[in-house]
C-alpha cells in the first residue's frame, strides 16, 4: 500500500521525537524581543555565531527602548560578524522603535501583526508565535525547507510554499516540534553536502537518498 504524505509526515513525527525527545530553539535569549532579534541576526548567519554575538549586544541594548534610541552605527558595532550587519542593524533599530511606538514594547502574538515590523518574515514570525505563545507555527527554515524536500513532504525551495504544503499533512500541534527537530537532524545528520545516509534515522522513508552516489 502506497503511504500518503499525511501518513509519511506522522511517521516521521515520530521517529525524529525518539530521536531528538527534548529540543527547543537553538538561538539563545532570556526575554521575548531578544527571540526575535536574535532571529533576525540569523538570516545567512549560524546559530552558533548569533549566540556568540547575542550577549554583548543583549547587555548593552537590554531593553527595546535602548536599541529605539540607539545610533545605528552603534548597534552594527555588536553584530559586525553576524554577515549583512548593517541591514540588520537598521532593521533591529526600526523593529524596536515601531515595537516601542505602536505596541508598548509588547511583542505581538500573531503571523499577521509580527511580519508588519522592519525585517520580519514568516519564519521570524512564525518561531516567535510558537516559541513565546506556544501558538501551532510552521518554521521553515533553510533545514526544514531541504530536509522536507528529501522525504518528500514538499516539492519548493520557497518558504511560503514550503509552509503552506506542510500546513496540509502536518497537524498544528506537532509542527513547532517538528520544525526544531528537523533543524537539528539537518545539522547533525542531514548535512546539506554530504548526508550521512547511512545512520539516518529517516533512511527508509527519504526519496533522496536513492539518488545519493556511494
Known amino acids: 500500500m502506497i503511504m500518503t504524505k499525511k501518513q509519511k509526515a506522522a511517521e516521521i513525527i515520530g521517529l525524529l521525537k525518539k530521536e531528538y525527545p527534548e529540543v527547543k530553539c537553538a538561538l539563545n535569549y532570556s526575554k521575548p524581543h531578544e527571540l526575535l532579534i536574535a532571529t533576525r541576526l540569523s538570516a545567512q548567519c ?3 555565531r548569533v549566540n556568540l554575538v547575542t ?15 540607539a545610533e545605528v552605527s552603534e548597534i552594527e558595532k555588536y553584530i559586525e560578524s553576524c554577515g549583512l550587519f548593517r541591514t ?19 511583542i505581538p502574538d500573531t503571523v499577521d501583526e509580527l511580519v508588519k515590523l522592519p525585517g520580519v518574515g514568516r519564519k ?9 505563545y506556544g501558538k501551532p507555527a510552521l518554521v521553515c527554515d533553510t533545514h ?8 518528500g ?7 511560503v510554499k514550503v509552509e503552506k504544503q506542510l500546513s496540509l499533512i502536518v497537524p498544528p500541534e506537532e509542527g513547532l516540534g517538528l520544525c526544531h527537530r528537523l533543524v537539528w537532524h539537518g ?6 553536502r554530504k548526508p ?11 526519496i533522496h537518498k536513492k539518488t545519493v552516489k556511494k
Open 187 to 192: 545539522r547533525l545528520v542531514c548535512d546539506a
Open 46 to 48: 549560524t546559530d552558533k
Open 88 to 106: 540588520k542593524a537598521k532593521d533591529i533599530s526600526l523593529m524596536c522603535s515601531m515595537l516601542h511606538e505602536k505596541y508598548n514594547d509588547i
Open 196 to 206: 550521512q545516509c547511512e545512520s539516518c534515522t529517516l533512511e527508509k522513508l527519504c
Open 153 to 159: 513532504l514538499a516539492d519548493s525551495k520557497d518558504a
Open 124 to 132: 521570524t514570525a512564525n518561531l516567535v508565535c510558537g516559541d513565546l
Open 55 to 69: 550577549p554583548e549586544l543583549f547587555k548593552r541594548f537590554p531593553e527595546i527602548a535602548d536599541y529605539a534610541e
Open 144 to 151: 526544514v525547507i531541504r530536509l522536507t524536500n528529501r522525504l
